[in-house]
């Protein structure tokens, strides 16, 4: 099903179309914007809310400025929807998040007016702010750069680092607050609060007004217009100087708060803003899902729906004749107030991910023991740092990607102080339709190779359960607990609690012919793929290791005397991973094995869904099999 847009927005293919109009039409062209953005996720499913948010916001960036020339950059990229279809790719849209089709990102290689690859938040400012320093440098001096930030990566601490720079560099930087008081979840903190009074102010807003009353006029003042505007900006400063701006104080040139639905007067604004010099920030105000009821009224709900009726406002939603396997995220929540209700030491904290890890459930049913600390990953490592010190149980959940972020806090603040953080790493292996920015490939590689860290994998929802159990009994050291998005095997997963020796695995069967050594939730194709080689008369045994570090070294040398032929299967990278583990105790312990690792390559994999990445990688259940074929060929035993 192929959606049409509107009559109007028919007839834009790239930006310069839009900067053919009349300003009196880019109200109908915001219209049908929205309306083919509503259309389309409807039917093909994507992030919703974002992009309603900000459709106005979009079509007036691209009519006052001269993309891809003027360099326009997405933070986070959950809004850009709008800039995608206005920016060539209308006609491919419906491919967007689908294996093979466009990304649900700003991509560089996808078109040139996707300025910077985006994923993770607060990078906008970083990037926009390095463009302008080299516009500046390389003479480009009408050359705009623009960055589109929301309040809730306006928490992450790299936006104000970057902040701090802006206001003493000589740059041509426009930051554009889109300010809707939400992240995926609410928005939490101190600066929500700031922003939320800054746009309830009457008299702010007044005198604001006043301001862009002036400013519209601009053009009519010849040459001085800058020192006009100059002046005007210092007496409203000076009229409100008992409360003073954060943003101007950090050098920034403060302007708004504005409607961010008013397409025509944001146009203005816009083209205004072009003729004042520096580094300026515009604060717009908007409201996530804007012009979809239901998107407007549950926020969080709608950030990424799925498929939906669009009349109706139902998400569909598959149902079942028997009781399926819950997701790993829900093992996890609903574990954690279990655990949390015996063990008053346990804690919880994500950073903004609340609904998306899970969280959530405990912080209903504990709200004094679990913290949303807002889209602050380092912040929330360090936090737990504290919190152990004092002789608590600190439960971090960060997804795989985003732990990225906090590496360093990791390593300084917590294993180097041998602290007990459990750090559990949601969203670990492929993330599915997000993409490459937010799979979770890496983390077995960089957390194995730290100091006062025990990493695991559970195969299994009883395996989660056991090793959240197991990690808030140990004193000292950092636990990881590696997981991936999606559902679990188990229908009924509510299992006793049983404390797993750490560096333990588990066999779970024996062969001769070789053996297939597996982390994680992965293993389950090993168990499909161990049948299917059985029907071949291959003996494969398979052996759930559940830790990289420590690994099961009795186990890893029953393996190595009793087995020429070895397969090891992880859904992280190869390099440094899993399977190179198993490589470095068999050199060390002088094994000569044939190995053959299995997991993600040297190379950057784009979206689509789990199964299908696992089979592009080769350790889905038909690649675990071939591999097997393939290892065993030459060696007379298949028959």
Known sequence: MLIQPGELLSTINYPSDVRKLDPSQLVQLADELRQFI????????????ASLGVVELTVALHYAFNTPSDQLVWDVGHQAYGHKILTGR?????????????????????????????????????????????????KENQKQHIAVIGDGALTGGMAFEAMNHAGVANSNLLIVLNDNCMSIDPNVGALKDYLTDITTSHTYNKVKDEVWNILGKISKFGPNAQEIASKVENSVKGFLIKSSNLFESLNLRYFGPVDGHDVTHLAQIFNDLKDIPGPKILHCVTVKGKGFALAEKDQTKWHAPGKFDKLTGEIHKKVYDVPQPPKYQDVFGHT?????????????ITPAMPS????????????????????????????????????????????????????????HDVCLQNLPVVFCLDRAGFSGADGPTHH?????????????????????????????????????????????????????????????????????????????????HIGNYAIEACHMLEEDHVDAAHYDMRFVKPLDEAMLHEIFKTHKYVITVEDGCLQGGFGSAIIEF???????????????????IEHGEQHELHHECGFDTQGIYEAAIKLLEPSGVLK
């Open 38 to 49: 509503v259309d389309n996720v409807s039917v093909y499913g994507g992030h919703f809310g």
């Open 90 to 138: 209308k006609d491919v849209f419906h491919t967007n998040r689908f294996y093979g089709g466009i990304s649900g990102f700003p991509k560089r290689k996808e078109s040139e007016y996707d300025a910077f690859g985006v994923g993770h938040s607060s990078t906008s400012i970083s990037a926009a702010l390095g463009m302008a320093v080299a516009s500046h440098y390389k």
């Open 336 to 348: 954690l107030v279990e655990l949390a209700e015996k063990n008053e030491k346990i804690m919880g």
């Open 356 to 411: 998306g890890s899970s969280m959530n459930i405990m912080m209903k049913a504990m709200p004094d023991r679990a913290f949303d600390v807002g889209i602050a990953e380092q912040h929330a490592v360090t936090f737990s740092a504290g919190l152990a010190t004092q002789g608590l149980t600190p439960f971090c959940n960060i997804y795989s990607t985003f732990m990225q972020r906090a590496y360093d806090q990791v390593i």
């Open 440 to 520: 979770g490939a890496y983390d077995i590689a960089f957390m194995r190779c730290i100091p006062n860290m025990v990493v695991s994998s559970p195969m299994n929802e009883e395996e989660l359960r056991n090793l959240m159990y197991t990690a808030q009994l140990q004193k000292e050291g950092a636990f990881t607990i590696r997981y991936p998005r999606g559902n679990g095997v188990m229908p009924n997963w509510k299992t006793p609690f049983k404390e797993i020796p750490i560096g333990q695995g588990r066999k779970l069967r024996g062969g001769d012919d070789l053996a297939i050594l597996t982390l994680g």
């Open 586 to 604: 068999m050199a060390d312990n002088g094994y000569a094995s044939k190995i053959v690792r299995l997991g993600i390559p040297d190379d950057v």
